[in-house]
DNA sequence: ATAAACCCTTGAGCTAACTCCAGAGTCAAG
DNA sequence: CTTGACTCTGGAGTTAGCTCAAGGGTTTAT
């Protein structure tokens, strides 16, 4: 199986099997007379791997490490294998905790301006831009009535 | 005030100024005979409207673009600047679904796993990498009870 | 035999937001 | 007047995960 009929199973560029050799990821197994990459059928389910790992949203370099376990599973333990599954949920909830952060306080700036068809000169969302004031619930201004805008 | 006051108002590096000067974020409103960067008050609020905005998740492009309508608040409306911040809402919330969705196929291959001191050859999140089966809910096992593993 | 389609290697470029470096000039205190 | 802290410019390097381009060699179909 040549680089281009994996590529075509698997809906990846010929440049990304490439960098992910030359990342260690996956190595031909063979090559032919002329230097053509060739790929066996374990190569291909490793390449199902990796696709399958970087879905759930490793990183190469973790999934590097879990090529390694499973290239010589015997040599280790669940517990091995959990806990990098555990350690990347833990990544992942630090990750949705910062842009809920974000989230919440782009809502209250949202919150606070009308959103209307004046002009910006005293929006309140660049006022707490400037000035860095929490814009406070109690500080919303209804929609018909925007006194500020 | 020159660079090194600045910097230790706000809690960030030289360069990080520099840079920032560099993306046409701010300039110094003057220079000293000898070529330092002085800094006015009104550069100094510019400095803290770009980090107010930098920790609810804008991007420096997007930030210019901030600064575009603050530099000319009276030519832009109310809802020029909400919409920014939708806009942002809604980048924010697609990247916290991607998250999620990584999150909840982690969590399945996290409870389909017993995480014990036991060979990997048979971990079924290593399966499930390899086969790309969905994990069910009812496949999980009991930590005292591991067929599998 | 020849043309199209495929493949090779090497090395550079891309994005974002810095960070660091070399080599030189400026400023303030003692 | 000298020392040390500060600042300047220009350019290169960092991370991640590709993506592209140049200049060739290989295979396969007609
Ligand atoms: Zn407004
Ligand atoms: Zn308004
Ligand atoms: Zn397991
Ligand atoms: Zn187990």
Redesign the interface.
Known sequence: MKIGDLVKQHGVSVDTIRFYEKQQLLTPSARSEGGYRLYSHADN?RL??IL??K???FSLQQIRE?LQ??DN??Q????????K??H??TE??E??SE??R??Q???Q??QA?????????E?S??T???Q?QPVLAEQHIPKQE?AK?
Chains 1, 2 share one sequence.
Not at 76 to 83: A, H, L, P
Not at 113 to 121: E, F, K, L, N
């Open positions: 389910q199902s791997f399958r790992a879905s759930v949203g879990l376990i499973e599973k015997s280790w333990q669940c517990s091995d294998v959990k806990d599954v555990q990347k949920m992942i909830a990750q949705i842009l809920q974000f989230y306080a782009l809502a700036l949202d301006c009308c959103g209307g068809s004046v002009s910006a000169t929006c969302i660049l707490a831009l400037e860095g925007c805008c």
